[in-house]
């Protein structure tokens, strides 16, 4: 079983300590919620968990392995989604899925696993249709839909509910419930519930530290 | 074998994206062309003159050309979010960021090696440097498009990015600039042109290896 | 060098060396423009005005040394993280491009009475031209982020891959200058350079590097001491 850890992190911004000593463990089937205040460091730390950024101290391990040691068995193990959708104005839906499911499993499956995303997140209806004339919200759910088109263990979600409708929502639900149930690893920065099913909580206030 | 494909891939993404949005991509050749045009209303229209001055006023324009359109290169990228998820796949970052610059290589500098000999035609250049134009260009646009690439991954999420885009590439383009003229000037006086082409090529080949990586550096150091 | 990694030694450091560099400055500059304006004998083809050569060769060569320790300072502080270092290439800057400006300065001063003109599109100061652009470029990435760490990185690699072309660039213009190169120049200086001339070029030289060790210091006193005060001001809003 997979096993995600962190001990003793510390990330600075800025010149300043956002935290300090955070220890987090997260196994497969499990979920690990992100909360705290704005400034208090929850995308700091997914972006330092996805290996954007480096911790001012600490370490990350997978299965015991330092993932520094080898950081494309890492991002090949994981998806991020971010605050930003990364979607392309001048790209149908299709498109854009079909890049991402070439560039990260490059299998000859590609266009189905593409239609079934779309599926998952309720778009299929757009599949053609240019992003330039999608909502935000339908924006967010494509970019949602990425986490389908090729599996990966860990998925890294900030902020994931922004923009969504309670229909999105549902399904973005299901899809957790489904991946963790499949032996998949979830981190999530949310503001306010309902968290997923026994998902451990962490607060990053209890982590912020004044200045050396 | 995966990661040619995965990076094939990324230079048709962004050639699919050039395409889509149309003349928005050729306005580097449209200034290439509108630059070198007006040069005779500044100099004046003599044929001598003009001659004269035609292999540099084609390079110059060039290098502003490359220069002006590079500024997008790594931009809208970063700002949308599609640079994290190139920067996570599985593809080494450095294999994307070669992938970006040939496409960009692709959509700018081939056009302006195609419009060059109509230019040297207006300017009234001697035929003698045709051929050494077009393979000048053809060593020095790639060396133009990787150069900049390091310019434009620094500049990324600065105040006045362009200005200060220029500020940094135009200095590294002069070796450029340097040897691609004085091939096609040694074309048209009769003297070698190899050596210079040779430079060019040695130019490129080091750049080809060491552009990527520096460019990468950048790049993690703008995503951090 | 983790000693001076840390910026508490470094500022005692400082403290100490501090007022030494600026007595050996003022000595050695006071030295040297005697020899070179009363002491050493006018030259028998460029007359008085040999005597801006003692001005310019030393700051020309200041420039490029200040480049080269603007680089190796940007590679450390990239690669090891060091903070101090990372504060030297910031302070160096201003400095390696002030040098740069005066040896611009002083040639075209030089040129006129010799060339007759005030700029020539000579190999050497086109080359200098080119190191004050990169010098500008450095200092307007450092300063163009809101994130001063950003600043900080992206001018350093900015550094490093303008030290790898500073070659390059010499090499190419060295080529363009004996392609174009007009029909009679002034060597500076001459194939052979006199006792007499070398010593007080010798003693500015020395002046010019003491100064900028004794500046560079200041200037690293100063950076520290607003980054304790940016701490100080952060602890304020962030308790």
Redesign the interface.
Known sequence: MSAFEGEALSCA????VVFSRLDFRVRGGEALVLVGPNGSGKSSLLRLMAGLSAAASGRLRWNGEAVAADPTAHRRRLHYVGHLDAVKPALDAREILLFTARLRAGGGKARAAVSAALETMGIAHLGDVPTRYFSAGQRRRLALARLFVAPAPLWLLDEPRTALDAEAVARLDNAIAAHRHGGGLVVAAMHGGPYPPEATVVDLAAF?S??Q | MTAMKAFWRTVGRDLQLALRQGMDSFTAVVFFVLAVVLFPFGVGPEPAVLARIAPGVIWVAALLASMLSLERLFQLDYEDGSLELLALAPLPLEAAVGAKITAHWLTTGLPLIVAAPVLAVLLQMDAAGFVALVAALALGTPLLSLIGA?GAA??L?????GV?LS??V???Y??VL??GV?AV?AAVFGFAVRPHLM?LSG?LLAALV?VPW?TA??LR??L? | MHRYANPGRVLRLSRTLVPWLGAATALLIAAGAYLALVASPADYQQGESVRIMYVHVPAAWMAMFCYAILAGASAVGLIWKHPVAELAAKATAPIGASFTFLALLTGSLWGKPMWGTWWVWDARLTSVL?LF??Y??YM??HS???????GA??AA??A???F??VP??K???D??YT?HQPASVFRIGGPTIDASMLLPLGVMAAGFTTYYFYVVLLRLRAEIVA?KI??LR??QV??
């Open positions: 911004r800025g010149g300043r912020s004044p200045l | 390091i620094l500049v999420g600065a105040r006045r990015g200060l500020l940094l135009l200095p590294l002069i070796p340097i040897f004085a000037d430079v130019l060491l520096v550096a950048a150091q703008a951090e | 080119i652009f990169l500008l470029g307007a990435l163009a982020f809101d994130d001063p760490a950003r990185k992206a690699i900015m490093l891959v303008g790898v072309n390059i660039i090499f190419s213009v080529w363009w392609l980054g940016k701490a952060l602890r962030y308790g």
